[in-house]
């Protein structure tokens, strides 16, 4: 029970590019506008921010691309992405948070993400043994990545290197965390939003939340040859 008590409280990194035009979502033109996509980014980035806002942590930090805006809530401090692949950004993330604590990365992808996903196994009592937590992508890449101790080496060995956006990302990433003797807590498997069919599914996972609405949005004013 001490154990538990002393357990340090897990920090929250979520890294997303600022909603703007032409820079996010593009693949989901052109059945949308690049000012479409970027609502739909944005509704998606505030509903995870929201999300893990939930979650019981000692830090939340926003690895931005960009600049925050209306969408940040209270609560959430930014740290600005370094530059190079997204390999190399993912890497530099984990380098924000305490080595001593355990640290949970996500992107803005999956705002049908529940908070309970997160909260019960990164609950102190439910973490020990888990020296890593993997959240698979419907896509054969990832949508979290978590270490229990978060140093930087480790983080740079696991993820440099690694072919993102690939059908086979998520088992190379598996195959470094194998590699370096680490017991992975499988959570379950999301759909990344990246096509227009992905985010009619997440918003038919998650209709209350905001990328659902925004979705319902689009698809009401879009041309019906472009539904």
């Not at 997303?16 to 033109?29: H, I, S």
């Not at 993330?93 to 908070?115: C, I, R």
């Not at 659902?212 to 472009?226: F, I, L, M």
């Amino acid at each position: 029970m001490r154990a538990v008590l002393a357990a340090p409280p897990p920090t929250l990194l979520v890294i997303a590019k600022e909603p703007v035009p032409g820079r996010v979502k593009t693949r989901l033109t052109p059945a949308c506008t690049p000012e479409q996509a970027a609502e739909l980014a944005e509704a998606a980035l505030a509903d995870t921010l929201a999300t893990l806002s939930q979650v019981p942590a000692g830090r939340r930090l926003l690895v931005l691309d960009g600049a925050p805006g209306r969408w940040l809530p209270p609560g959430w401090e930014v740290a600005a992405q370094c530059a190079g692949g997204l390999d190399a950004r993912l890497a530099a993330a984990f380098a924000l948070a305490d080595p001593h604590a355990p640290a949970l990365l996500v992107g803005m992808d999956t705002p049908q993400l529940a908070a309970a996903t997160l909260a019960e196994p990164l609950a102190a009592a439910r973490r020990g043994g888990a020296d890593a937590w993997y959240g698979p992508a419907a896509d054969g890449g990832f949508w979290a990545l978590g270490l229990a101790r978060p140093e930087p080496a480790l983080a740079r060995r696991l993820l440099l290197g690694v072919e993102m956006s690939t059908a086979r990302t998520g088992e190379r990433l598996l195959a470094r965390l194998a590699a370096e003797g680490l017991t992975v807590h499988r959570l379950p498997e999301l759909v990344d939003v990246d096509t227009v069919d992905d985010a009619e599914r997440v918003a038919a996972l998650a209709p209350g939340g905001r990328f659902a609405a925004r979705w319902q949005a689009v698809r009401a004013t879009a041309p019906a040859g472009r539904r």
